[in-house]
């Protein structure tokens, strides 16, 4: 219990709420993007985002129940600029209308925060024949984010304010091998294959995307950051005495705190968690690794 209270250098820890991590600061005139915002971290990230005076694009895969959220924030935050737009991220043709609607809209975009994510027990195949768990996790963030970077790139130029992408990964990367990063492997239902070594390649690779971006806006002189998260620490104290909706808001705390803080101003290709600098596994370092999982990871998309 002492760790998930004690403060990092940023001055928050695993017990601060997102509210917590972005108070005082001024997000009027940015225009966001969050994936999966129906329920959970992602909703209460939406929120705050919105709370904290930005305008929240909510990209879901049910559009009525994101209806409800925009309504329950409106309730809350009568002043809140927050839209909803249908985004299937198993879907590369979801995701290209996505990206063409918003790209077609004229709108800017200063963060993009990659937020939605699944972990079925089962294996399956997607319509694109990617396995559910990788294509959902990381080939579809991958190609939202990579479809984009146009709007993000001239926003930061004509703007003059730094545009930050999130990926929300989890702990969960250290279950991944690096031979597991071939097509073949990935789709193989039988020997390689379980639930937890996809969700841990998947996760994996939205760090390793973290990364290669990074390199690749710092030899473009692009004023864009990109950093990976793991959702804030959940403590069964914490739940018991404070609830499950703290318990939320403690979860979106690294992200909105990777979003929005100054802290944050240059850093980028770093991993975080409970809203502080953290060191992840060997593998997620691994600039090689991140260049070739950018490429594989391309070509599964053919963009």
Partial sequence: MGLYYSKGPSGFSGASTAEEVTQGIDAAGLSSIVTGTTHGIGKETARVLALRGAHVVMAVRNVNAGNKVKEEIL?????????????DLSSFASIRKFASEYIASGRPLHLLINNAGTFPSNFSLTEDNIELNFATNHVGPFLLTYL????MKKTARESKREGRIVNVSSMGH?????????????????????PLRAYGHAKLGNILLAKELTRLFKEEGVNITANAVHPGGVNTNGIRSGGGIRVIMQGASTTC????HPQLKGVSGEYLKDSNIFEPSPLAKDEDLAKKVWDFTLSLTNS
Wanted: proline share 2%.
């Fill in 75 to 87: 309730s809350q935050i009568p002043n809140a600029k927050i839209g909803v737009m249908h985004l």
């Fill in 257 to 260: 705190y990777a979003a929005l």
């Fill in 174 to 194: 250290s279950y991944a091998t690096r031979e597991g990063f071939t097509l073949e492997k990935i789709n193989d239902r039988s020997g390689w294959y379980n």
């Fill in 148 to 151: 984009l970077l146009d709007t």
